[in-house]
């Protein structure tokens, strides 16, 4: 993982966002007790492991390269 990810927290933030879930809401569905990581990714300030982009790759149903990959969009449900 590396120059990719540039995107992987704005999508993880809108795809927070179309759920109307909270940071500490999706904080719990990806098996953390606290919201702070889910910040920070978000934010940009840390990368994901692999592990936690196929969590949210399941739960969102969207796929890894979609999260992953900065040229490709996600569909949004508006």
């Known amino acids: 993982m590396g ?7 704005p999508k993880l933030r809108a795809l927070r966002v179309s759920h109307n879930m909270t ?3 999706l904080a719990h ?3 953390r007790s606290a919201h702070g990581y889910i910040s920070e990714l978000e934010l940009g ?4 492991s692999a592990e936690l982009v196929l969590k949210v ?5 969207v796929t890894t ?3 992953m990959k900065d040229e490709l ?3 949004l449900e508006d």
Do not use: W
């Not at 790759?57 to 149903?61: G, I, M, S, T, Y």
């Open 65 to 67: 390269d979609e999260l």
């Open 23 to 25: 940071l500490t809401e």
């Open 73 to 75: 969009d996600l569909p």
């Open 29 to 31: 569905s990806l098996g």
């Open 45 to 48: 300030k840390k990368n994901p």
């Open 3 to 9: 120059e990719d990810l540039q995107r992987f927290g």
């Open 57 to 61: 790759a399941r739960l969102f149903n």
